[in-house]
């Protein structure tokens, strides 16, 4: 792709200061500069689609989640909803096995550091999965001008000789030569441009999908230590507005049912003040 956008730039016929021709007079030096900026630039676009397809995944898992992940009667229930292999899946799986193992601990911590201990764990694991390769794209938008730079200044360098050899600094004989060499920063300029903007780009991406990972281990964690009775408001409550005066909980429990809710002493379920039945 790089070969061909440079090649429509240049000139049609048989070009002396083409890149083709820039790279055989610029000999070992040259070709190496310019292999290098071109396996950056593959590599860099591997990477940006890659990391696009899973990060996507997961922002679908996050919407099958919110769908019906927490209206199952059981996390095993929810978790066989979800993908195998999946960020969210991993989470659940994590946070049940944190559960069963807190039963086997012989001098055991409390349930609170073990289980946040344990989440948390798991969600750092797919931080590190979704942040590799990025340290590549940072590198190759920091390094790439200066590759670039590299062949340009040798570029000018074996002009300069050429021109003291031949005795003259005709307008001809410099433009050819810098001109070839300048396109080595061209080149580290195409390379770095979108590879900077990949990084930015995907960071931004990744820092959204962490906050949603954080929010359901958030949730997760206190289904845990509630045994199932707090769930995330959004989900578990009523679907429509809130009613003043209605049993709706911050849990997000559903609300109670008009004669449901347990008695109070001395009242009936209507709410109304008992009439004593054994009065001496």
């Known amino acids: 792709m790089l070969i061909t956008i440079l090649a429509a730039a240049a000139p049609k016929g048989d070009n002396p200061y083409g890149l083709e021709a820039a790279l055989r007079e610029g000999g070992i030096i040259a070709q190496s500069v310019f292999g290098i900026l071109v396996l950056m630039l593959f590599v860099s676009l591997y990477i940006l689609f890659t990391k696009l397809f899973e990060q996507q995944k997961i922002i679908n898992q996050a919407k099958r989640v919110r769908a019906g992940f927490w209206s199952s009667n059981s996390l095993r229930e929810g978790a066989a909803k979800l993908e195998k292999n999946s960020a969210y899946r991993q989470i659940v799986d994590d946070g049940i096995t944190a559960q069963e193992q807190y039963k086997e601990l012989t001098d055991p911590v409390e349930a609170h550091d073990w289980l946040h201990g344990s989440l948390s764990r798991s969600e750092g694991t797919i931080n590190s999965a979704l942040a590799g390769g990025l340290a590549f794209l940072a590198t190759v938008g ?136 054994n009065v001496k």
């Open 142 to 277: 920091a390094t790439a001008p200066f590759i670039g730079l590299f062949g340009t200044v040798i570029g000018i360098y074996r002009a300069l000789i050429k021109i003291g050899a031949a005795g003259q600094a005709s307008i001809d004989a410099v433009a050819g030569p810098v001109g070839e060499a300048l396109i080595m920063t061209a080149l580290g300029l195409v390379v770095a441009v979108p590879a900077v903007l990949a990084y930015n780009w995907l960071i931004r991406r990744n820092k959204s999908i962490m906050e949603d990972l954080a929010a359901f281990t958030n949730d997760l964690h206190g289904y845990l230590m509630s045994d199932g009775r707090v769930k995330p408001q959004s989900v578990a409550g009523a679907t429509g507005p809130a009613v003043k005066g209605s049993a709706q909980t911050k849990s997000g429990a559903a609300p109670t049912q008009p004669g449901s809710e347990p008695l109070n002493p001395g009242r009936t379920s209507t709410g109304a003040q008992a009439t004593p039945t």
